[in-house]
């Protein structure tokens, strides 16, 4: 697996990233809102993607890309870093995806003191235990914080912040 700066033509493994976790976050793969900010951040150099192995030079000649194994948006207002949005492929997870993910963006965009952010699942939240969220960060050293405004879809969100120096 290699994570790499997503590029313009990851949206659509973006987009199926995004119809596996609707159930939990609300519609996105229908939402232009989704699709812009996921082109956004790519543009700005703030999107990472996760491949199983490096893709070659020549495109497929059917076209077709292989599917992201995780994807993650981020966002920075020095000294606030903030994962905006983080996900990894069901058949994927358990396999370090998500720690490779979170490594990565760690060592392209952070600079400390300072802290990093993530809205996660609320700890009454149906997603907080199946998806594992709430422990992948508590193991990465994020702390639970605040509540926060509910999620798209009514569900409960809490923030969780790591200090890094």
């Known amino acids: 697996m290699i994570v790499r700066l ?16 609707e159930h939990w976050f609300g519609p996105m793969v229908d939402d232009p809102g989704f699709s812009d900010a996921v082109v956004e951040h790519t543009r700005g150099g703030r999107a990472l993607a996760a491949v199983d192995r490096p ?80 422990a992948f960060y508590e193991r990465l050293g994020f702390i639970p914080a605040e509540a926060t405004a509910p999620g798209p879809e009514g569900g409960s969100r809490q923030v969780y912040r790591l200090t890094v120096g």
Do not use: C, I, Y
């Open 55 to 134: 893709e070659p030079v020549a495109a497929r000649p059917d076209g077709a890309r292989p599917p992201l194994l995780g994807g993650l948006l981020f966002g920075s207002d020095a000294p606030t870093f903030h994962v905006h949005w983080l996900v990894v492929s069901e058949q994927a997870r358990g396999r370090g995806v998500g720690a490779a993910l979170m490594a990565e963006v760690m060592k392209r965009f952070v600079t400390g003191p300072g802290t990093v952010e993530v809205v996660t699942f609320g700890a009454d939240h149906p997603g907080a235990v199946t998806s594992g969220a709430r």
């Open 6 to 21: 997503a590029r313009e033509q990851d949206l659509s493994g973006f987009l199926g990233l995004a119809a596996q976790v």
